[in-house]
């Protein structure tokens, strides 16, 4: 008997060659973007770990300053938002020479302020450099500003009811109106990346709100790297 021997030989076809080839692109394509953009994730999660650490430790130098000395040490304007006096207007606590650009937007007459501060303010008490984003030629690539309040918040342009329902909140603290030892502290952080991105909204990372920067126009500088706490009478 004889065994007959069939060997069959198959190859890939042109379309399926075209096929394979298109995956690889893709995947190459794809790869080649990750590998690309995780040195900037890198270096976005370890900016923003620097800043955190930076306005953190600014919040514990806070903490361990003498409360009767806070507003003076670290605000560049205070507003008292308790009505006291019954004006209607928000009370101006602390150097009512500046102007309530950065705090609040009503001032002491019940009107909207300017969104820009004039070059003259000083915001050396309220705001202070980012070392770690310092260049070694001294180029200043960070910045931070406190918001410095008092606690609870009033607002004039509401009814005693709605302030009532506000300062009833879950999660508020609720204080006396008058003999307040409670103060909200805001920090927030600016950053320059490598690549020339500005995280955070003090564009010009000049330590107050300008006309150009509030991008969600909550009359305030923001930022991803933010702390927000309270400190009290202790």
Not at 25 to 32: D, E, L, P, Y
Not at 124 to 142: D, W
Request: proline content about 3%.
């Amino acid at each position: 008997m004889e065994i007959k021997s069939i060997n069959s030989k198959k190859a890939f076809t042109l379309i399926e060659l075209l096929i394979v080839v298109g995956i690889l692109a893709v995947v190459i394509t794809g790869m080649m973007q990750i590998f690309t953009y995780m040195p900037r994730l890198s270096e976005s999660a370890s900016n923003s770990t620097k800043a955190m650490n930076e306005i953190n430790s600014k919040l514990e130098e806070m903490y361990s300053t003498s409360f009767k000395n806070i507003i003076s040490t670290y605000a560049c304007e205070c507003f008292d938002y308790i009505d006291n006096d019954m004006d209607g207007a928000i009370d101006y606590d602390h150097n009512p020479s500046h102007p309530s650009d950065m705090q609040c937007s009503q001032m002491l007459d019940n009107s909207e302020s300017s969104d820009a501060a004039p070059a003259s303010f000083d915001t050396s008490p309220c705001s202070f450099e980012l070392e770690a984003f310092t260049t070694p030629a001294g180029e200043k690539r960070g910045w931070a500003v406190i918001y410095l309040s008092k606690s609870p918040y009033f607002d004039a342009t509401k009814t005693d009811e709605e302030n009532d329902n506000y300062k009833d909140g879950d999660g508020f603290i609720n204080d006396d109106d008058v003999n307040n030892d409670l103060l909200d502290v805001t920090i927030v952080a600016t950053w320059i990346d490598s690549y020339g991105r500005t995280i955070g909204e003090d564009i010009n990372l000049n330590g107050y709100l300008d006309n150009s920067e509030d991008s969600d126009g909550d009359g305030r500088l923001s930022s991803t790297a933010t702390i927000t706490a309270k400190i009290s009478r202790r």
